[in-house]
């Protein structure tokens, strides 16, 4: 057990709930915020983050093991990692949009969104922190990825239903959305029972 | 020059149109810090620092910029001063750059600092940018700072890791984790937005 | 100021090429210069924060100043092989320490842990890298939890908070039970395995 790290179990439920990038670290906040009114929008904004997290962990894994360390360019990396996201997305928009003109109508808006999405670029150096392997690492960058799905899907699901409530002057908007931010974040930490995790 | 505008500019980042409780933005990546007030310190300086040079330099390129690569182009200059802060942080004060750990290089995801780059850098003089810069990082900086002076002291009873609650003080752990942050940040736009910009957005 | 407009589409692309090749160049250039510039002090900031670790893991209080911590260290601490050093106290006592590493909720947890002369009493703990979540698993590295330790007897079992004084027990982190049975963990297993890597070495 030990030097292997936890389990790729442990870790992909630990990023979905317990863990999660966005309810425990606030990483993807200002999408999240923007784009949760509505639960169409919401999936496919975070359909579209996991993939693009899921992918650019394996890059970004591979660009730093075979590339950065051996050349002792280890300072270099947030430029690296986050042209590699930018460049992953770009490409995906250029593929999406020869491919299906469907799914480039339903993804197209929300890529160029991602780019500056803090969620993608903290798994990338989470990563590395954490010495994960290659098979770590996607399975985190795949569960921080549905971690910040589940999160903004539900509120976007409770934004939705908040629609014709009456909410105090000044708290509408953005101060009732973190309001429900800081109860999800409660409510996920309850997860932890579950399986025993912290 | 124009001190005019550098005033407006000033005046408007640190109040009506400041970034964190008015837009609501750039809160990715240091909110998660706000548990100690020294650390928040330190990034909300590695922040002003890096609005303010990424806004000049952006500024100071924009009429050269292909309209492809903006983007690449304005990430790739706020990672290089990211990067920069992150090395002097880590040759200077090494205790807190580890504390800090990735969240310095989680700057360069900060939407303050793209969208100020975007929505002021592209359009105006390098010096008006940097005071723009400079004056945006400051105003999201100082709301942060209460935040993280009031998480810590609730938190864990200290102000600047020295203790100024006593034994009697029961600390509320829920401030220190994850939630505190969201509702603390929920009642300081509440205050705010009810009480100081209530004549604002017309009829409701 | 009014910009360059190039006439044609070919053009605009080389130039489009050309601009991003000249702006990677300058920027990644400046970085480097700062990196080189900054080499140094960081590696020796590294090294001395390991140094402090080791000392805090014997149980002796390391000064502030960095001088007067590589002076202390070249003085006191002799190392045996890559897992355990041997470090002479003020008293005169040796006491060891060693390096171990467990497995965390996230990832791995670096520590160093020292036993006293006679491999039966600890002098300190210091978990000096791991990756837990800020406020709960990486309360392991707080004074109250590591000073907890000191002068007890292992192996360990975790307690609820606040009732863990006694040889044998620790209070663990309310809300990180994995990172806790990962730190008792690290401790246990370098009790159990000190006799065998001590006598190995000498």
């Given at each position: 057990m030990s030097g292997q790290g936890p389990g790729l179990f442990t870790i992909f439920f630990a990023a979905v709930f317990t863990g999660n990038i966005l309810l425990?670290?606030?990483?993807?906040?200002c999408s999240f915020l923007a784009v949760s009114r509505q639960v169409r929008t919401a999936i496919g904004l975070g359909a579209a983050v996991v993939f693009v997290m899921t992918a650019t962990s394996a890059i970004n894994w591979l660009v730093y093991y075979y590339l950065l360390l051996p050349f002792d360019l280890d300072h270099l990396k947030y430029i690296v990692f986050i042209i590699v996201v930018a460049a992953f997305v770009q490409l995906v928009e250029m593929v999406i949009e020869r491919v299906s003109e469907p799914l480039y109508q339903a993804l197209g808006i929300f890529l160029p969104l991602i780019?500056?999405?803090c969620a993608i670029l903290g798994a990338a150096l989470f990563m590395i922190i954490r010495h994960y392997s290659l098979a770590q690492s996607v399975v985190y960058g795949a569960g921080s990825g549905v971690g910040w799905l589940v999160a903004i899907v539900a509120m976007a699901g409770i934004r939705e239903r908040l629609k014709n409530a009456r909410i105090p002057r000044g708290l509408d908007g953005a101060g009732i959305a973190l309001i429900i931010a800081g109860i999800m974040a409660m409510a996920f930490m309850g997860f932890a029972g579950m399986l025993g995790l912290n | 020059m124009n001190l005019k505008k550098m005033r407006t500019v000033t005046i408007a980042n640190l109040g009506r149109e400041n970034q964190v409780f008015v837009h609501v933005l750039g809160i990715c990546s240091t909110l998660a810090v706000t548990n100690d007030l020294r650390n928040t310190l330190v990034m909300c300086l590695g922040l002003i620092f890096t609005t303010g040079l990424s806004n000049l330099t952006i500024s100071a390129l924009r009429s050269w910029i292909p309209q492809r690569v903006r983007m690449m182009v304005t990430t790739l200059i706020i990672a290089a001063y990211v990067i920069i802060v992150d090395i002097v942080l880590k040759a200077t004060a090494p205790d807190i750059s580890r504390q800090l750990g990735p969240y310095v290089g989680l700057i360069i995801t900060n939407c303050i600092i793209m969208g100020r780059a975007e929505a002021f850098a592209l359009t105006n003089r390098p010096l008006l940018s940097l005071v723009d810069g400079i004056t945006a990082g400051i105003g999201y900086s100082w709301v942060l700072m209460v935040i993280a002076f009031l998480r810590e002291l609730m938190g864990s009873g200290t102000v600047w890791g020295i203790?100024?609650?006593?034994?009697?003080w029961v600390k509320w752990s829920i401030m220190v984790m994850a939630p505190g942050a969201f509702f603390m940040l929920a009642l300081f736009v509440w205050v705010v937005k009810g009480r100081f910009l209530r004549d604002e957005g017309g009829a409701k | 100021m009014s910009g360059r407009k190039p006439r044609s589409k070919g053009r605009e692309r080389l130039f489009t090429v050309f601009f991003m090749f000249a702006v990677t160049v300058v920027f990644v250039a400046a970085v480097s210069a700062a990196h080189l510039f900054a080499r140094d002090a960081i590696k020796r900031n590294e090294s001395l924060f390991l140094k402090r670790s080791v000392l805090a893991a014997a149980g002796i209080a390391a000064p502030a100043d960095g001088a007067a911590v590589e002076k202390l260290y070249a003085d006191r601490v002799r190392a045996a092989d890559g897992r355990h050093y041997r470090v002479l106290r003020h008293d005169g006592d040796a006491v060891y320490v060693f390096t171990r590493r467990g497995t965390g909720l996230w990832g791995p947890i670096d520590a160093h842990v020292g036993l006293d002369a006679a491999l039966d009493r600890l002098t300190g703990v210091d978990f000096y890298a791991h990756g837990e979540t800020?406020?709960?698993?990486?309360?392991?590295?707080?004074p109250w939890f590591t000073a907890q330790f000191r002068g007890k007897k292992g192996p360990f079992r975790p307690q609820p908070e606040g009732t863990g004084a006694a040889d044998g027990r620790f209070d663990a982190v309310t809300g990180a039970t994995v990172t806790t049975t990962a730190a008792g963990d690290i401790v246990n297993g370098v009790i159990a395995d000190a006799p065998g890597i001590v006598g190995g070495g000498r």
């Amino acid at each position: 057990m030990s030097g292997q790290g936890p389990g790729l179990f442990t870790i992909f439920f630990a990023a979905v709930f317990t863990g999660n990038i966005l309810l425990t670290l606030y990483l993807g906040m200002c999408s999240f915020l923007a784009v949760s009114r509505q639960v169409r929008t919401a999936i496919g904004l975070g359909a579209a983050v996991v993939f693009v997290m899921t992918a650019t962990s394996a890059i970004n894994w591979l660009v730093y093991y075979y590339l950065l360390l051996p050349f002792d360019l280890d300072h270099l990396k947030y430029i690296v990692f986050i042209i590699v996201v930018a460049a992953f997305v770009q490409l995906v928009e250029m593929v999406i949009e020869r491919v299906s003109e469907p799914l480039y109508q339903a993804l197209g808006i929300f890529l160029p969104l991602i780019t500056v999405n803090c969620a993608i670029l903290g798994a990338a150096l989470f990563m590395i922190i954490r010495h994960y392997s290659l098979a770590q690492s996607v399975v985190y960058g795949a569960g921080s990825g549905v971690g910040w799905l589940v999160a903004i899907v539900a509120m976007a699901g409770i934004r939705e239903r908040l629609k014709n409530a009456r909410i105090p002057r000044g708290l509408d908007g953005a101060g009732i959305a973190l309001i429900i931010a800081g109860i999800m974040a409660m409510a996920f930490m309850g997860f932890a029972g579950m399986l025993g995790l912290n | 020059m124009n001190l005019k505008k550098m005033r407006t500019v000033t005046i408007a980042n640190l109040g009506r149109e400041n970034q964190v409780f008015v837009h609501v933005l750039g809160i990715c990546s240091t909110l998660a810090v706000t548990n100690d007030l020294r650390n928040t310190l330190v990034m909300c300086l590695g922040l002003i620092f890096t609005t303010g040079l990424s806004n000049l330099t952006i500024s100071a390129l924009r009429s050269w910029i292909p309209q492809r690569v903006r983007m690449m182009v304005t990430t790739l200059i706020i990672a290089a001063y990211v990067i920069i802060v992150d090395i002097v942080l880590k040759a200077t004060a090494p205790d807190i750059s580890r504390q800090l750990g990735p969240y310095v290089g989680l700057i360069i995801t900060n939407c303050i600092i793209m969208g100020r780059a975007e929505a002021f850098a592209l359009t105006n003089r390098p010096l008006l940018s940097l005071v723009d810069g400079i004056t945006a990082g400051i105003g999201y900086s100082w709301v942060l700072m209460v935040i993280a002076f009031l998480r810590e002291l609730m938190g864990s009873g200290t102000v600047w890791g020295i203790a100024v609650l006593g034994d009697w003080w029961v600390k509320w752990s829920i401030m220190v984790m994850a939630p505190g942050a969201f509702f603390m940040l929920a009642l300081f736009v509440w205050v705010v937005k009810g009480r100081f910009l209530r004549d604002e957005g017309g009829a409701k | 100021m009014s910009g360059r407009k190039p006439r044609s589409k070919g053009r605009e692309r080389l130039f489009t090429v050309f601009f991003m090749f000249a702006v990677t160049v300058v920027f990644v250039a400046a970085v480097s210069a700062a990196h080189l510039f900054a080499r140094d002090a960081i590696k020796r900031n590294e090294s001395l924060f390991l140094k402090r670790s080791v000392l805090a893991a014997a149980g002796i209080a390391a000064p502030a100043d960095g001088a007067a911590v590589e002076k202390l260290y070249a003085d006191r601490v002799r190392a045996a092989d890559g897992r355990h050093y041997r470090v002479l106290r003020h008293d005169g006592d040796a006491v060891y320490v060693f390096t171990r590493r467990g497995t965390g909720l996230w990832g791995p947890i670096d520590a160093h842990v020292g036993l006293d002369a006679a491999l039966d009493r600890l002098t300190g703990v210091d978990f000096y890298a791991h990756g837990e979540t800020p406020g709960l698993g990486a309360r392991i590295s707080e004074p109250w939890f590591t000073a907890q330790f000191r002068g007890k007897k292992g192996p360990f079992r975790p307690q609820p908070e606040g009732t863990g004084a006694a040889d044998g027990r620790f209070d663990a982190v309310t809300g990180a039970t994995v990172t806790t049975t990962a730190a008792g963990d690290i401790v246990n297993g370098v009790i159990a395995d000190a006799p065998g890597i001590v006598g190995g070495g000498r």
